[in-house]
């Protein structure tokens, strides 16, 4: 009986971490859209629909100062940016883009007509 209580524990031990990656990977690949679009400054698009190379240095400086940015996908629809809880890193890189056009991964959601995407991975196009 001991014998056999101490395999299981074994195979449990050696098993459940591949598992549990297993899982992660498949929950985050499952979860995340690719948008592209427009960084935006949400203060001055929403304020005047400022947008594009014509306000590139102004979505910038706003961004720096700390403005919330969205971003503008090419169906039209505004996405409010947020950090990650685990690992803010591609959010930071997408605030330094505002201006820019990108290709964004993130989880998006939407309540009481806000639509966020948790931004996993940007890069500029």
Known sequence: MLRRC????????????????????????????????EVVDMACYIGHGAKGEMHKACA???????????????DGTLYLLVADHVDSGAYEKARKLAGEQVEMKGEVAAKDGVSALTVHDVKKK
Do not use: E, H, N, R
């Open 60 to 74: 910038a400086k706003c961004a720096a100062m700390g403005q919330p940015v969205g971003l503008l996908s090419s």
């Open 6 to 37: 101490a395999m299981i524990l074994a195979l449990t031990l050696f098993l459940a971490p591949g598992a549990g990656a297993l899982a992660a990977g498949q929950t985050a690949a499952s979860s995340d859209a690719t948008l592209t679009g």
